[in-house]
Each structure stands twice: as C-alpha cells, then as structure tokens.
C-alpha cells in the first residue's frame, strides 16, 4: 500500500469540478484508492460520497491506494491534486 498527504490550498476545498475530475483519475487504475480525511474515509472512484465530505481549504487529507497499479496511481493523483485543488 502507498499513501500520501496533502493540504487543500483551493478556496473552494475540493468542489464538484475538480471532484468529478478526480473520480475519473481515479477510475482509470484498478489499485483501490481511498481518501481519508479525520475519521471520514471515502472511496475515491465515487463521486457523491466524496462531495459529501466537504473537504475544505486548509485540511489535510491522506490518499491511499492498494493494488497493481499503486505506485502509478499515487503519483497521478498527487500530481492533479498539486495543479488543481
């Protein structure tokens, strides 16, 4: 398993477009990938469940991916969260 932190700098926190976005990054791997922010832990290939965490600028989330494709994936999505959220 591979992970990574990352505080959200968007004034918007993570807001539908970049959402949406991150849901179809994430669904183009086969690792599982999960986000975890607190206590709250979502799946990251699903969309409401991560809008539904209303992270917000200044949290710290953990993403965390496990499968073939891991090390892959990881970069991927810590690369879109640092250009765009």
Do not use: N, W
């Amino acid at each position: 398993m591979k992970e990574f932190t990352y505080t959200i700098k968007d004034e918007y926190g993570i807001h539908a477009r970049p959402a949406g976005l991150l849901v179809k990054l994430a669904k183009g791997y086969a690792s599982c990938i999960t986000l975890v922010r607190g206590s709250d832990t979502c799946d990251l290939k699903r969309l409401m469940p991560l809008m539904a965490m209303g992270v917000k600028q200044g949290e710290t989330i953990t993403v965390k991916a496990e499968g073939t494709d891991e090390d892959a994936c990881i970069e991927s999505v810590s690369a879109f969260l640092e250009k765009s959220v």
